[in-house]
């Protein structure tokens, strides 16, 4: 609706209020109280009006839909999704049609992302949110896919040693990076406690509090200091030598869980032989919907 569908909101709102003035020279009180009253519903209606009609200019983006194609690609593709039930798997394409439809998706060198790189991303960010309650990715407004890796400072260079970031804080606060090949990677290879999408998005998990400090949200104060304890014992294996944990995990907590949480998601089975407190702690933590 145009602007000027609200002029009439606005002449009448400025002829009540210049009015209230002359009409109290005049003694008029009873009348200038009147028309005060018209001011404030005229007010409140006028922003009313202006809410649903903001409402009806920016809808919610719909939900891109998955082909049969595209469900057949993540059986081949995604052993995630190929491992769930008939329902759960209906439950995972709406999700990841949901994340592809709301965030953005910039892929670096070309016009328009390949629908298997956003499947890709969409899958990490649902595989990473799976079994809990809420998927909302907090504030996240644009992944950008890198064809390589990259440096620190977010330029590009083929002998770059970062292959994914979450930005905290700062102008890119809202957006993460992957590098494409490692993306790809980690679907590629199963069962490696390896995925940059998934351990990127664990880090968008433990942002939601407020800090990447390795304690995810939604933990009570007495499940907090349990989970403090089993992962300073676990980073302590790690520096040891003596965990199956990828060593990454031990060099902070913020890694430990993202690395930790990409392990129980890839190799539930193994972590649970290797270390059953922790898996026992991340089962009943990423089965909250159960």
């Known amino acids: 609706m145009k602007n000027k569908s609200f002029l009439p909101w606005i002449v009448l709102f400025l002829v009540c209020l210049s009015s209230i003035?002359?009409?109290?020279?005049?003694?008029?009180?009873?009348?200038?109280?009147?028309?005060?009253?018209i001011v404030v519903i005229s007010v409140v209606a006028a922003l009313w009006f202006w809410k649903i009609n903001s409402r009806k200019k920016s809808p919610r983006n719909n939900k891109v839909s998955l082909s049969v194609n595209d469900k057949h690609w993540m059986i081949?593709?995604?052993?995630?999704?190929?491992?769930?039930?008939?329902?759960?798997?209906?439950?995972?394409?709406?999700?990841?049609?949901?994340?592809?439809?709301?965030?953005?998706?910039?892929?670096?060198?070309?016009?328009?992302?390949?629908?298997?790189?956003?499947?890709?991303?969409?899958?990490?960010?649902?595989?990473?949110?799976?079994?809990?309650?809420?998927?909302n990715y907090g504030d996240l407004r644009e992944v950008l896919i890198y064809p390589t890796n990259f440096d620190m400072d977010n330029s590009l260079n083929k002998r770059g040693i970062v292959n994914g970031k979450v930005h905290h804080g700062g102008l890119m606060n809202n957006t993460m990076i992957l590098s494409l090949p490692a993306l790809e990677r980690g679907?590629?290879?199963d069962n490696d406690k390896h995925n940059v999408g998934v351990h990127e998005f664990a880090h968008l998990l433990d942002k939601s509090d407020g800090d990447i400090d390795g304690i995810p949200e939604y933990l009570g104060e007495e499940d907090k200091k349990l989970w403090v304890r089993l992962m300073k014992e676990?980073?302590?294996?790690?520096?040891?030598?003596?965990?199956?944990?990828?060593?990454?995990?031990?060099?902070?907590?913020?890694?430990?869980?993202?690395?930790?949480?990409?392990?129980?998601?890839e190799c539930p089975g193994l972590l649970k032989r290797k270390n059953r407190p922790l898996f026992e702690f991340l089962d009943e933590y990423y089965n909250q919907d159960n």
Request: glycine share 8%.
């Open 21 to 37: 003035p002359v009409i109290l020279h005049f003694k008029g009180f009873t009348s200038a109280r009147i028309i005060g009253v």
């Open 76 to 135: 081949e593709n995604i052993s995630f999704y190929k491992k769930l039930s008939k329902q759960d798997k209906v439950i995972f394409e709406d999700r990841v049609g949901i994340f592809i439809a709301d965030v953005t998706i910039t892929e670096i060198g070309k016009e328009k992302p390949e629908k298997e790189t956003c499947i890709y991303v969409g899958a990490s960010a649902v595989i990473a949110f799976w079994g809990l309650p809420y998927y």
């Open 234 to 265: 676990a980073m302590d294996k790690i520096n040891a030598n003596e965990s199956t944990i990828p060593d990454y995990g031990g060099t902070s907590e913020a890694e430990f869980f993202a690395v930790i949480t990409t392990y129980y998601k």
């Open 187 to 189: 679907f590629q290879i």
